[in-house]
């Protein structure tokens, strides 16, 4: 993700989260902390046809990660693009050298909660009110280093992370740092 990604990040992120979307502070503060020898957040977005349609960071402190956000167009949903970004960040933890990864999700969004699962993310608590002002507690998750990866080879971003294109059916979706 770069300065120019953040407008549209910030669209589709109204979109998404109307009650409780990351305003732009948020994102120029997690992306002042991506960049330089001492960086430890990995922020990255996919597009389609010029169109962003998701994105995602990480933050690495002390062998903690601890995925920030992730998101995807509606008319993405289902094509694997949250798995994806979710293997990126993942691969960003492991060169970040993190034991566990944390994060937390609506109680209310069960998709992604499923999606996680399936990455073997275990809930571990929960954070209640977290999500405001709409007063939604946030279940907790971690993975640990040696929890399984649903992320089969062919579906996973190229070993740069910068720039990969994913198979059908989200033909040209492109994924950057």
């Known amino acids: 993700m770069r300065w120019w990604d953040i407008a549209p990040a910030l669209d589709l992120e109204r ?9 732009a502070g948020m994102f120029w503060s997690e992306l002042a902390h991506a960049r330089g020898p001492a960086a430890n957040r990995r ?22 990660g601890d995925i920030q ?14 798995s994806r970004l979710l293997t990126e960040l993942l691969s960003a933890a492991t060169a970040f050298e993190c034991a566990e ?17 399936r990455f073997g993310f275990e809930p571990i608590g929960f ?3 977290y999500y405001q002002p709409g007063n939604v507690d946030a279940l907790v998750m971690r993975r640990t280093t040696e929890s399984p990866s649903e992320s089969p080879a062919d579906s996973a971003p190229g070993p740069s992370g910068e720039t990969s294109t994913p198979p059908s059916p989200a033909q040209g979706t492109q994924a950057h740092g």
């Open 15 to 23: 979109e998404l989260f109307p009650e409780d979307a990351w305003s």
């Open 43 to 64: 922020y990255l977005v996919a597009e389609q046809d010029g169109r962003l349609v998701g994105y995602g960071g990480l933050a690495a402190v002390d062998g903690t």
């Open 69 to 82: 956000t992730i998101a995807t167009a509606r008319d993405q949903w289902g094509s694997g693009l949250g």
């Open 101 to 117: 990864v944390l994060l937390e999700v609506r109680v209310d969004n069960t998709r992604a909660q499923r999606l996680y699962e």
């Open 127 to 129: 954070r209640r009110g």
